[in-house]
Each structure stands twice: as C-alpha cells, then as structure tokens.
C-alpha cells in the first residue's frame, strides 16, 4: 500500500494555506448536514460530502471535530444531507457561521422528518436521511461514513455550488 | 455513535437504484485520477473525491475496488488528482470506460511528473500530487486517504462538472 520511494514516504505534507488555495478550484455542491436526536438539534454547512458505494447505500461527510455541532451528531448516530438550492445562500452562510447559535438557526427555513427524525430541508435538491455506521478521526476533522436510509429528490431545482471561494450555479 | 432507536439501527439501506438516482442530484468536478510506480501506470475518472483536512494536508478519492486501475494504484502507493476543465469531457470518457485499455488512454493527453511520478495532467485546473496514507474497505468500494506532497492551480481553467447524469460547466 505505502510507496518504496523512501524520499516521497518521508516528504512533507504542503502547508495549509497551499492546499486550501488549491482546494478552492475543486467546485463543489453545498449541503446542510443536520441531526436531531437525544444530543439535541445540530446542523452545520458541508461541502465534503461523497459518494462511497451503492451497496450498502453509504455517503460520506468530512466534519471539523470540534466544531460545535460535529459531537451532538455522532452522539444522535443519525443525520440529513441536505443538497442546497440557488436560493440557499443566506441559510448556507448562517450554517457556515461558528459564532451564531445553535438551535436559532433552524428557525430561518421550513423542515420536516423522514425515518430517523433529523431536519429534512424543505426545497433542497435532494434530501439523504442517514444512520451514522462509522466514524473516522483524521487530523482536525472526522469522516462520518453514513448508511441512506431514506431519499428525497427535486429534479427541477437549480443546485447551490462554491468554488474559488464564492458561491455559483451550474448551468 | 450509533442510534439508539432500534428501528433506525435495523432499517434496510435503499436499493442501489434509488441510492444512485439520489446522487446524480449532487453535482460534482471530474477528475482523473492517475498513478505510476513498481505496479505500472494506471488511472481512471473520478467524481467521488473530497477534502478531509488541512493539517496534514490530506484527501480522499473513492475508488471501486474491483476496477482494473485501483490495485495498480494502491500498490504504487501514490497518485495524482487531475481536476479535470471543460475540455477534457473526451478524456474524462475514455478514463471512465472500463473496456478501453491500460496504457493507451495516457497517449490522448500531455503528461508531466511533479514529486511522485504520477502523470500530472497539462491543462488541468488543478493537480493534487499524493502519497496514499490509508486505505479503507467499504462494501464495493475503497476510500484511499491521501497526504497532498505538492500541488499546481491554474486560475484561469473552467472546470468539467458532473450533474444529473450529464457533463455542465459552472457560472
């Protein structure tokens, strides 16, 4: 698994500012991640979200540990992925933001439950209603392996991306 | 970690024809994937790759695990991450097929080598240069965490995105 080439084993990693610089040509879509559950309600912005496989349906979700909302979803074991809209910005900046409050901003949207009682958003593009099966810690973040239990899907809706550090729409 | 309600901890995943009608709505860049070492030059395309963290500096790119690239890969121990622009729908075709061969889809392209010696692609948007850290096993598919050695950003590309089932290009 690990390369023989002893000068590239041992290289450093690039530095943080290099690789989030040249992470922001990687586009990608924007999500609310949220959970509800005896750890109370929690939500935060994610733009790390994958595909893993089909069989068993798994996503997953690149979370920072210790933001605040990251511990109550592992507790509750269950969360949504949802795929923002055009018209997500301002629910996206609030999600994104570490300083605003927890529960307050569930308040600026309408939400519903599919089977494990996390916040569904209404008008997203899609919906993924998850059971959390396994956690990985690397580094500042955990890696949220997620079974889909439920989906929901808008076809007609126009999805919510970021890329060179502003927000955009695909055409 | 896990749920406590048992109905959610025994529920059935969705079946893989709904799992992957639900994630064609969650767009996403196209990259390539390439990597050459002891086990030889390999690659194939891949929308399923994310940022974990920035310290250390660390990837992760879905693979499948059966694929005939992903073995080459892994035992190389090293790979780039091409993100692929708008130009590049043909080769995004050909690294995706899984009949067309090995070797001979590198010949459709111009190829330079930054630390690891895998082929970095010319005109990408960006080139993530990696040495793979991990490997995990999930169901089908193999998640390759990979420690970013080096990387190249062109500012001015357009990237290639992946949408409903359909190549776009972002705003």
């Not at 069989?55 to 210790?66: F, H, N, Q």
């Not at 992925?81 to 529960?103: D, K, P, Y």
């Not at 810690?137 to 999805?159: A, Q, Y």
Request: aromatic fraction near 6%; glycine fraction near 8%; include cysteine.
């Amino acid at each position: 698994m690990s390369t023989k080439d002893p000068a590239v084993a041992r290289a450093p990693t690039i530095t943080a500012v290099r690789y989030r610089s040249g992470m922001a040509h990687l586009a990608a879509a924007v999500n609310l991640v949220t959970s509800d559950g005896p750890a109370g309600r929690a939500g935060f912005t994610a733009s790390a979200v994958t595909s893993v496989t089909d069989d068993p349906a798994t996503l997953l979700v690149c979370a920072k540990r210790k933001g605040a909302a990251t511990p109550r979803i592992v507790a509750n074991g269950v969360l949504c992925v949802n795929v923002l809209a055009a018209e997500h910005r301002e629910l996206s900046a609030l999600f994104g933001s570490s300083t605003q409050g927890g529960e307050d901003r569930f308040e600026g949207a309408g939400w519903s439950r599919l089977m494990t009682g996390s916040p569904a958003l209404h008008g997203a593009v899609a919906v993924f209603d998850c059971r959390i099966a396994n956690v990985l810690d690397i580094g500042t973040h955990s890696v949220l392996f997620c079974e889909v239990l439920d989906v929901v899907e808008e076809p007609e809706r126009t999805p919510l991306m970021y890329f060179r550090r502003a927000y955009r729409v695909i055409e």
